[in-house]
């Protein structure tokens, strides 16, 4: 056991307003960010604002940015650091901060429910859902899903473009169309809804450039470009660029 | 550290009046740029090699080994090449080197990779440079419009694709013969020919667009027991996509320029049998 | 000066974890317009955190499961402490709730036919865990979030607006229950992010807080278990049940430091962990109680068979109930045979390959890997005892979940006593969630209804004396009360070291005496807890107001821990370590003393809580039929079992 003074730079503020201020704080063996941050609450800053609930990296509560890169404060440790760094910790930068490392995420609540929910199966009782673990296996590796929002910030089409948002739900709901699209269950199509053409019309698909910092900063480690993204863009591609298929819906649909 | 006290004007992006104020496009400390350089090394490299490979319209073949870059040949101006892959398509209008002809394709292929797409979004375009490294760019509407909106088309590509490297399978074969078309021999060229290929199908088959048809289109893979075995293969081929595109093009140059090398006299390929 | 914020709700709920949210499904389904309040976001309530699964008798795993086998198992892990007309709804409405979240979306792991697959867990006769690896509690959360969801669309396609019946107030905390003479006339509120207070009045509250465990340092549990729908009740006049029984669970993370206390799930167990102390024994062997001999393995190699051949092999004794697994744990420590950081030894990494362990546990692998450079395919984990959960709670109907004395007042969930006895059993939380909260939601919407014409008035005189109580910490420093102005992270260190001290796995008179005396001094330090800043999104006046809650909650576990002379379930006195058949049918009761809900005038010695016995209802004779007359005489006092 050792332990040592880091040194840190942590914004506080708000919306009118705010920045960097330096802490020195205690570090010991095995402390991972959050630690630190409830330490510098505890003895010198009492109203640092932080979200945080697990603390064990299950919850996805404790999103901020720690040296510029988008991380989960509680699943951080200290010892990826040098100890002589000074490490800076900030708010997510995509979303309207409200005080210190407390931003407004409501976004991220507002795309949610733009995603029409899974349609369960006319006729299939509850305790009759049979499904093969195959079947279910990709929209499970989704539904790891702790709703960190980090993708979300992450993601230049919003972070980089204020402007985007109104159009774009961002990778973790386009992820969740995903999901429901690959449900084996899910009966979305036969109620007319085409979970494939509205992520491109209604979720804004078109604006990711599958640049894959979404991936990157999961924390629960969800290929959501190369599993879900890429994946629905395909299927949109089915939809509405396949010559063929598009064909065969006009011959269909006129001969009903 | 360039932070800033004030609110900022409303600017867009991470300096958006409501976002806490922080000046700086990023604070990473790490060396973020590290990689889109050497991807724009890499990429640019490789765009003035073939550039002057594509146009110079010479030293492509040294019997049994044809470049990948003129395969198949489509017009007059051809090389011929011993049973090799020329197919007088274009006749004798097309003046220029015949590469251009047949490079559309594998290029497009490329173009619209998933992979690459990122690759020289980041690199070229910095959009985004890296992670949560503000961009420069005012406005963003990705591929929602025309020209990015093309990229929808890699499907097209990667059917031609496949078909590309069905010829150069071909050569390949070809490749098992000596300068004077006796089957049955081999030297350091069909070697390199050799690893070419098997790159070439790897990072061919490995293709996003590949994945969703063999399988990822479907809705119950427990119906599809076939199709859903080779979806988990390309699967764990389609993970190293990113491995393969830039293995599979250095190969491709590699192979191209052993052509080269041989056929402008450099060196003789060294015959094993 | 009451001019704040008030709105009109039929049923407010408050807590949005598995209960909360099931009330909330349940009561706008039922056309009640529902609020639901929750100290953090939308989705990230503690019931995240749940690893190993849903008990429910599905019978997927092994046909022999029944509603029974079930209930015979809830009363065995409760050591017949149990309310057990709540263990008997429980062990017969899991299957519908476990099969409802299919229609709503949930994707559960599958067996080979295609059904949801069920693994072992502690204390159940049958593999009986509904489970997706190791983090069936967010698909659970997610499941019922999406529900809500899918609700506030139907809801906007009629209105227009998405939160027309069913709204959720996220970062918000309730400090009082308003009453309008003896009934629930509303909540009074404040908004975390600005610190607004508001209040939302209706005719019926369900409290789904969760539990108590952030009293205590070493524990599972997130910053919001603080006993706040415990202390509410309590406030409001309702009685606690049975506070004692404080379940330890017996693997949490013992290194590094910072993680102390983060679970270890039962699954690993479940799969084949094994537990084995410093000489490299499986210790549990010797400690299987008499009452689960026949039940338990002899030997290792039956242990290991029981894997493979479950129906002519016994269990390992790992998989004993978490108190049994957990006070044993703490013996080994206690003996000299425990692990370098104090824990003993939980290895998978001999029991399967390293593939299948990544793919079973993948979040344990990664906890590990992650937090404390351990990689679990290849060596043990150190695991020990972590406070877990509450079984006592408040005192409630166990078909309404009605809580008792208050009109209006319903709890469901961790916060809610009875169901559970002395002792949970694993996996039986989730589905203990989804069946009382459904029947919260459902019997407050009805209750709301029948009140539709004549709602209970707030009384300003509540609302004006709630709002000085929560702003109390902002003139402490000013009225300079018989001391210096208190650190509330200070204080809540304190409490937590003194109930992990005093109050903890293992009880004696003399330390629990002790703690409330301690409790008394920080109860009086906490009426100068200070705050800096302003009420803007501030963490530090946020923990003072929770510590009066966690003060309360604390008393209720030490003063019923002092009063209950024997040991069951999660309570262990080491000065009466037996069970005794006569405290069997004995509940105790935690009131406040004052009836009116006030705190201040309250002599500090003598504490703010009041305890009172009560004899428990006998077992109804056809539940008592499911068991063994050989059984029973263990448990229940020779009176009882010729009645």
Known sequence: MSSYEARFKVWRGDGQGGGLKDFTVEVNDGEVVLDIVHRIQATQAPDLAVRWNCKAGKCGSCSAEINGRPRLLCMTRMSVFDRTETITITPLRAFPVVRDLVTNVGFNYQKAREVPAFVPPAGVGPGEYRMMQEDVDRSQEFRKCIECFLCQDTCHVVRDHEENKPAFAGPRFLMRVAELDMHPLDAAAETGLDRKRTAQDEHGLGYCNITKCCTEVCPEGIKITDNALIPLKERAVDRKYDPLVWLGSKIRRRTP | MATGTEPQQNSGGVRTRTRAAITAPHLRTDRWWLAPAVTAAGLLAFVVYSTWRAFANTHYYAAPYVSPFYSPCLAENCRTMGAGPNADLFGAWWAISPAIIILIFPLGFRLTCYYYRKAYYRAFWASPPACAVAEPHRKYTGETRFPLILQNLHRYFFYAALLVAAVLTYDTVLAFRDPHYRWGHMGLGTLVFLANIVLIWAYTLSCHSCRHIVGGKLKHFSKHPVRYRTWQFIGKLNARHMQLAWASLLSVALADFYVYLVASGVFDDPRFF | MSVVDRQEWDVVVVGAGG?????????????????????????????????????????????????????????????????????????????????????????????????????????????????????????????????????????????????????????????????????????????????????????????????????????????????????????????????????????????????????????????????????????????????????????????????????????????????????????????????????????????????????????????????????????????????????????????????????????????????????????????????????????????????????????????????????????????????????????????????????????????????????????????????????????????????????????????????????????????????????????????????????????????????????????????????????????????????
Not at chain 3, 175 to 192: H, I, M, N
Not at chain 3, 194 to 200: I, P
Not at chain 3, 380 to 407: K, L, N, W
Request: glycine share 10%.
């Open chain 3, 19 to 643: 209960a909360g949210l099931r009330a909330a499904i349940e009561a706008r389904e039922r056309g009640a317009r529902t609020a639901v309040i929750c100290k953090s976001l939308f989705g990230k309530a503690h019931t995240v955190m749940a690893e190993g699964g849903i008990a429910a008798a599905m019978a997927n795993a092994n046909e022999h499961d029944n509603w029974q086998v079930h209930f015979r198992d809830t009363m065995r892990g409760g050591k017949f402490l149990n309310q057990w007309r709540m263990a008997e709804l429980h062990a017969q409405e899991a299957p519908d709730r476990v099969w409802e979240l299919e229609t709503w979306g949930a994707l559960f792991d599958r067996t080979k036919d295609g059904r949801i697959s069920q693994r072992n867990f502690g204390g159940h006769e049958y593999p009986r865990l509904a489970h997706v690896g190791d983090r069936t509690g967010l698909e659970l959360i997610r499941t019922l979030q999406q529900k809500i969801v899918a609700l506030q669309q139907e809801d906007f396609k009629e209105t227009g607006d998405y939160e027309s019946r069913l709204k959720v107030f996220q970062e918000c905390t309730v400090t009082r229950v308003l009453k309008d003479g003896p009934q629930v006339s509303g909540v009074f509120a404040y908004e975390r992010e600005s610190g607004r207070f508001f209040v939302l009045e209706a005719p019926a509250v369900v409290v789904a807080t969760g539990g108590i465990g952030k009293s205590f340092k070493v524990t599972s549990n997130s910053w919001e278990y603080t006993g706040d729908g415990h202390a509410l009740a309590l406030l409001a006049g309702a009685p606690l049940l049975n506070m004692e029984f404080v379940q330890f669970h017996p693997t949490g993370m013992v290194w590094p430091p910072s993680v102390k206390g983060i679970l270890v799930t039962e699954s690993v167990r479940g799969d084949g962990g094994v537990l084995r102390n410093s000489d490299g024994k499986r210790f549990m062997f010797d400690y299987i109680p008499d009452v689960f001999k026949e039940k338990y393995a002899e030997s290792e190699d039956e242990g290991d068979r029981w894997y493979e051949d479950p129906d002519n092999n016994r269990r390992p004794p790992e998989l004993l109930p978490r108190d049994e697994v957990a006070r044993a744990i703490n013996a080994e420590v206690k003996a000299g045979r425990g692990s370098p950081h104090g824990g003993v030894f939980l290895d998978v990494s001999t029991r399967m390959p390293a593939e299948v362990i990544r793919r079973r546990l993948p979040s344990m692998y990664h906890q590990f890997k992650e937090l404390a450079d351990v990689d679990i395919t290849a060596e043990a984990m150190e695991v020990g005892p972590t406070c877990h959960y509450v079984m006592g709670g408040i005192a409630v109907d166990s078909d309404t979940a009605a809580a008792r004395g208050v009109p209006g007042l319903y709890a469901a969930g961790e916060v809610a006593g009875g169901m559970h006895g002395s002792n949970r059993l694993g996996g039986n939380s989730l589905s203990d969630l989804l069946v009382f909260g459904r029947r919260a939601g459902w019997h407050a919407a009805e209750y709301a209804q029948g009140l539709a014409h004549r709602r209970p008035p707030v009384d300003d005189a509540q609302v004006d004396t709630a709002a000085a109580e929560a702003l109390r910490p902002f003139s402490a420093e000013a009225e300079g009360e018989a001391g210096p102005p208190e650190n509330a992270y200070t204080l809540h260190q304190e409490l937590q070291q003194t109930m992990n001290d005093l109050v903890g796995i293992i009880r004696r008179e003399g330390e629990m005496e002790q703690a409330l005396h301690r409790l008394a001094e920080l109860r009086e330090r906490a009426r100068r807890a200070g705050v800096e800043g302003h009420r803007q999104f501030n963490p530090g006046w946020h923990l003072a107001l929770d510590l009066r809650n966690m003060l309360l909650v604390s008393e209720c576990v030490a003063r019923a821990a002092l009063e209950r002379t024997e040991s069951r379930g999660g309570h262990t006195r080491e000065d009466h370590p037996t069970m005794d058949r006569a405290w069997r049918n004995v509940n105790l009761l935690c009131t406040l003393a004052d009836p009116t809900g006030g705190l201040a005038a309250t002599d500090p010695a003598r504490g703010q809580i009041r305890l009172a016995r009560e004899t428990t209802d006998p077992i109804r004779p056809d539940l008592l039929a499911l068991f063994e007359k050989e059984e029973l005489v263990k448990y229940l006092a020779e009176e009882e079992l010729y009645e």
